[in-house]
T-cell receptor
Framework: DTAVSQTPKYLVTQMGNDKSIKCEQN?????MYWYKQDSKKFLKIMFS???????INETVPNRFSPKSPDKAHLNLHINSLELGDSAVYFC???????????????FGPGTRLTVL | GDSVTQMEGPVTLSEEAFLTINCTYT??????LFWYVQYPGEGLQLLLK?????DKGSNKGFEATYRKETTSFHLEKGSVQVSDSAVYFC?????????????FGSGTRLQVQP
C-alpha cells in the first residue's frame, strides 16, 4: 500500500496549457509539501500545507497554485505552462508533532513534467 | 538563510571501497539533519537522520554524526556495493514557526563499479 502517491507519473504538454498534479498520502500526516527538482537534481521547496492551511509559500510564480481539499491530499495546478517549468515535482508528507523539524518527510515517486 | 553544501560528484568507487560524502550546513538554532537517497527513476527515501548534536544516525551500513562544532554531517560507509549506486542528498530541517520544509544540498551521485 503506497504511502505517498502522485498522479500522473509522466506529463508531457505544450506551452501555454494548464495542468494539475495530484498527491495523496495515507500515513495520517498533518503536513504536506511540494518540491521541485530541476535538471541538475537540485531540490527546492515550493509550498507546504499543515491541516489544509498554507504555511510555506516560497518565491514561486503565481501560475502555480496548490490546493488542499483535506489533509490527505495536496494538488498542484499550473497555469500557462512555460518551458522552464519542465522538472520533476515531488510531493511529501510528515507528521510534525511536537518536535519541530525532527520528523521524517516521506516522498512520493515524483511527476516528470515536460513542457514542449 | 539556511543552506547545505555537499561535495561535488560524481563519486566513482570500486565495490568494497570506503565511502565518504561531505556535507556542511549553515543554519540558525539547532536544525535536524538528514541524508536522503534517490535511486534511478525513483523518489527520495530517508537513509538516516540525527536531530541533535553528537547524535549518530545509521542505516544499511551508512553512518553520519551531527557535529555542531564543525557544522557537518558527513556520510560514511565502510564497504560500498553496486546496489548503493544512487544520488545522495544531505538536508536540514530548520527550527521556528513554519520552517518545516527541508533545505537540500545539491546532491552527490555515487557510482559503484563491480
Amino acid at each position: 500500500d503506497t504511502a505517498v502517491s502522485q498522479t500522473p507519473k509522466y506529463l508531457v504538454t505544450q506551452m501555454g496549457n494548464d495542468k494539475s498534479i495530484k498527491c495523496e498520502q495515507n500515513l495520517g500526516h498533518d503536513t504536506m509539501y511540494w518540491y521541485k527538482q530541476d535538471s541538475k537534481k537540485f531540490l527546492k521547496i515550493m509550498f507546504s500545507y499543515n491541516n489544509k492551511e498554507l504555511i510555506i509559500n516560497e518565491t514561486v510564480p503565481n501560475r502555480f497554485s496548490p490546493k488542499s481539499p483535506d489533509k490527505a491530499h495536496l494538488n498542484l495546478h499550473i497555469n500557462s505552462l512555460e518551458l522552464g517549468d519542465s522538472a520533476v515535482y515531488f510531493c511529501a508528507s510528515s507528521q510534525n508533532g511536537q518536535g519541530w523539524g525532527t520528523d521524517t518527510q516521506y516522498f512520493g515517486p515524483g511527476t516528470r513534467l515536460t513542457v514542449l | 538563510g539556511d543552506s547545505v553544501t555537499q561535495m561535488e560528484g560524481p563519486v566513482t568507487l570500486s565495490e568494497e571501497a570506503f565511502l565518504t560524502i561531505n556535507c556542511t550546513y549553515t543554519a540558525t538554532g539547532y536544525p535536524s539533519l538528514f541524508w536522503y537517497v534517490q535511486y534511478p527513476g525513483e523518489g527520495l527515501q530517508l537513509l538516516l537522520k540525527a536531530t541533535k548534536a553528537d547524535d549518530k544516525g545509521s542505516n544499511k551500513g551508512f553512518e553520519a554524526t551531527y557535529r555542531k562544532e564543525t557544522t557537518s554531517f558527513h556520510l560514511e560507509k565502510g564497504s560500498v556495493q553496486v546496489s548503493d549506486s544512487a544520488v545522495y542528498f544531505c538536508a536540514l530541517s530548520g527550527v521556528g514557526t513554519g520552517r518545516r520544509a527541508l533545505t537540500f544540498g545539491s546532491g552527490t551521485r555515487l557510482q559503484v563499479q563491480p
